[in-house]
């Protein structure tokens, strides 16, 4: 017998056989792992391509760290479960976190690919873990981002996660809160907030209850802000940069120079000015920038009937709104109300409103039965009881929150810039330090300075729809289901043994 057709060489044949096709499924699998980790795709076919950026938000992830090496952290503070929360869990709870997860994911794959940008994503329970974080600033049910160099930070709430009406959640705007906040942090430049003073204004610096803004300095603090003060008395102009300036409670009137600076600094800066007047003080001295914006703030007193129940025990007013404008929005979604002590109205300029480049906007306002005071100084005087005087008062509703915004068209393009907002408000009380935790004060504010700011950079992102699936089942209908799930499934499946058995017996 030959060698060729020996069991030896049978054996050998058989084991180069076994070992050539070991190293085939070997070289298979490697193969096919080389190619989905360099070479891989990804396919959405979700409705509304929920694991999908944006264009717009992969270019600009696609530039960051261009200039010097950029390391982002992002630190999501929602419970993973609503026990350990306790009353603090957000509804809808794990749908969120889910949300967040699937959002963060895309963030991760996108960055992958930019060899200046390290991503690193931490999910930390403020309950659980609060040394870590008392370390970093971390707040429950926030998430945190942070960037170095430069140790920039910034925060995205739930309010600032979804669009909501009649406090049911109706859409998602994660990727343009998260991207939003990448780029704020990743900009080597930080926005600056001057206060007026030289006027009796509030002080930033004060913890005063009554006429300190403290709380909202920290605040301002946190969300990478540069604040400074700025007295226009002893400047000739306002630095120029994308600043905001903002004025609280000042007690004495700005002289002619000072209005015109401010003037000079809209006009030609495309100024951000946030104004919050004092009721019972002098003029404020800016009537005549303010009616150029076509906005007037009467000299008044804002009352309403005894038992109102828009006033407090403590004679504050509760003013709510469905104003469905930016700076307005959550406050109408979520049936918010602010809190304001003496208010003056501040009200549209009718005459202004047919100016093509001034769009002006009231957006709170009292209730029917309140009437703007104007011989409130006698009544005080006299300490005498408020009374509608229908020949010399306001009659309500009366505007106590307006702002307005001037645009010019860009060329013969179909769409116009902003070059200046103005943001005005007839209280400032509502705002120190004793009342900004009261109801939706704190909200107000820092969406009228987000509006303000211009939102940060200007995404054009759509906001995904909140997908809803309900399976409505009659009693009888889910204990069929019940049985045929228990039952009906697998006995099919065991009715299906037994022929295949019984055949091949046969």
């Not at 009366?398 to 769409?415: I, N, Q, Y």
Request: glycine share 6%; charged share 20%; hydrophobic share 40%.
């Amino acid at each position: 017998m030959s060698l060729v057709h020996s069991f030896r060489a049978a054996r050998w044949f058989r084991t180069i056989n076994l070992v050539l096709q070991a190293l085939l499924f070997v070289t298979l699998f490697g193969g096919l792992n080389y190619l989905a980790f360099y070479y891989s795709w990804r396919f959405d076919i979700t409705q509304f391509r929920r694991h999908t950026l944006s264009a717009e938000t992969r270019a600009y992830l696609s530039q960051l760290g261009k200039t010097e090496p950029l390391q982002i952290r992002i630190v999501d503070t929602f419970p993973k479960n609503s026990s350990a929360a306790g009353n603090d869990a957000p509804a809808d709870l794990d749908q969120i976190n889910n949300d967040i997860a699937g959002l963060l994911r895309e963030y991760t794959y996108a960055l992958e690919t930019n060899p200046n940008v390290t991503l690193r994503i931490d999910s930390i329970d403020v309950y659980q873990r609060p040394r870590d974080a008392e370390q970093l600033g971390l707040k429950p049910n926030t998430i945190h981002f942070f960037a170095t160099p430069g140790n920039r930070s910034r925060e995205v709430t739930r309010d600032d996660l979804y669009r909501y009406k009649d406090n049911q959640r109706v859409a998602f705007l994660g990727e343009q809160a998260l991207t939003a906040a990448i780029l704020n942090v990743s900009s080597p430049a930080k926005k600056r907030i001057y206060f007026l003073t030289g006027h009796g204004e509030m002080d930033p610096h004060s913890v005063d209850n009554q006429r300190g803004l403290s709380e909202i300095r920290d605040a301002l603090l946190a969300r990478n802000y540069d604040l400074d003060v700025l007295d226009l008395s002893h400047s000739r102009d306002i630095p120029a940069g994308d600043d905001i300036i903002i004025s609280i409670g000042a007690q004495n009137p700005y002289d002619a120079y000072e209005q015109e600076t401010l003037r000079r600094y809209m006009t030609n800066q495309a100024g951000r000015l946030m104004l919050f007047t004092t009721p019972g003080t002098a003029p404020t001295g800016l009537e005549d920038l303010l009616r150029e914006w076509g906005i007037t703030v009467d000299n008044d007193l804002i009352c309403d009937r005894p038992g109102s129940s828009q006033i407090d025990i403590n004679g504050d007013l509760i003013l709510t709104t469905e104003n469905q404008h930016t700076v307005t929005q959550t406050l109408a979604d979520n049936h918010l109300a602010l809190k304001f002590g003496n208010t003056r109205s501040v009200r549209p300029i009718p005459a202004r409103a047919t100016d093509p480049g001034l769009s002006i906007t009231p957006l709170i306002f009292t209730p029917p039965t309140a009437w703007g005071e104007i011989s409130y100084r006698a009544i005080r005087r006299n300490n005498a009881a408020p009374r509608y005087d229908a020949g010399a008062d306001l009659p309500g509703p009366l505007a106590v929150v307006t702002v307005a915004e001037r645009v010019t068209a860009k060329s013969d393009l179909p769409f116009s810039i902003p070059v200046g907002r103005l943001a005005v408000f007839g209280s400032s009380d509502f705002v120190a330090n004793g009342r900004l935790g009261a109801r939706a004060n704190s909200t107000i504010f820092f969406s009228t300075l987000n509006w303000l700011e211009g939102g940060g950079p200007q995404l054009n992102i759509p906001a995904r729809p909140i997908e809803k699936f309900q399976l409505a089942l009659a009693h009888d209908q889910l204990n069929s289901l019940r049985y045929i799930l228990i039952f009906a499934v697998p006995g099919a499946f065991a009715i299906f043994g037994l022929i295949v058995y019984w055949t091949r017996r046969r």
